[in-house]
């Protein structure tokens, strides 16, 4: 399928890092995939590029973390995931969870342990993902909170000021799955084109088009394009990496396909997410 920007994708982490680094244009896709009233976003947390020094993890990193505050103090964690991993749901129940827990740690740090649990606030979630996850659901947007499982009504909690909402919400963009006659509201749509880097349906919304100006590389200082044009090379080289390691794993078998993956620098851990191995198998196969 063609692509709206041939060189460089939105998913790209310094890309999106920049994308989120625009208050109107995360409040925006937090209101319209959640569906909260935001009037603003505070973005806390991983909005920053990464510098040239890249650490040894980071060439092969597969997500990017943005963590917003709303004007109501709900926190949205987003995380965009380019690879297929084998845990991630775990993975993404624990950084909620421990988002909620060190901000309760705070207010008990700050002495306001009488009123710890009024004051905490939800913390919620929204992962943009490449790969299928949800292998039994067609749609591409799929939304989850607590409810009762006769009545379907939602589990809300009160919080400070009155406020009356879930405990816990999530949202799952699989860019995959995106089917241009798939019934979806013109805000999902947007959002699944942009971030699937595919020619918009219509015209965008004025915070889809934000985002997508800072796509243009005419936009970009010397010093971004330096940075950007470094990032896609590295995954350039990764993909190629994992293409032929996949390629030699045909002919030579799963062992030589670790063994050559240890060899350009891939980590246990990662091996296990991309080939679905476990630990275990991996490390009998390197003894």
């Not at 925006?28 to 993890?57: C, K, W």
């Not at 917003?68 to 965009?80: C, N, Q, R, S, Y």
Request: with cysteine; net charge negative.
């Amino acid at each position: 399928m063609q692509k709206r920007h041939a060189h460089v994708s939105p998913t790209l982490d310094i890309m999106a890092k920049k994308i989120f680094s625009l208050p109107e244009v995360t409040a925006a896709f937090i209101r319209d995939i959640l569906e909260l009233d935001v009037a603003d976003a505070q973005i806390v947390e991983g909005s920053q590029p990464h510098s040239m020094a890249y650490e040894e993890d980071d060439l092969f990193s597969t997500a990017v973390d943005v963590r917003a505050k709303l004007h109501d103090g709900t926190e949205v964690i987003i995380e965009i995931q380019i690879r297929k991993q084998q845990y991630f749901l775990n993975r993404f129940h624990y950084y909620l969870a421990n988002q909620l827990v060190e901000n309760v740690q705070k207010l008990r740090q700050q002495g306001q342990t009488h009123k710890m649990y009024e004051q905490m606030e939800p913390v919620y979630g929204i992962a943009i993902l490449e790969k299928s996850l949800l292998l039994d659901e067609e749609a591409a947007i799929n939304k989850y909170w607590l409810t009762n499982s006769r009545s379907g009504k939602q589990l809300k909690a009160y919080y400070k000021n009155g406020k009356h909402q879930n405990l816990l919400q999530v949202a799952f963009l699989e860019l995959d799955k995106y089917n241009k006659d798939e019934n979806l509201t013109d805000a999902g749509r947007q959002w699944l084109e942009f971030f699937g880097n595919l020619p918009f349906t219509k015209a965008p919304s004025q915070a889809v088009a934000h985002a997508d100006s800072l796509l243009d590389s005419s936009s970009w200082t010397k010093e971004e394009k330096t940075m950007i044009d470094e990032r896609i090379r590295i995954q350039e080289n990764y993909d190629m990496t994992l293409e032929t390691a996949i390629d030699e794993a045909r002919e030579e078998g799963r062992k030589q396909l670790v063994c050559e993956m240890v060899s350009r620098g891939m980590t246990p851990d990662l091996i296990s997410e991309m080939t679905g191995l476990s630990l275990e198998e991996i490390k009998s196969m390197l003894a």
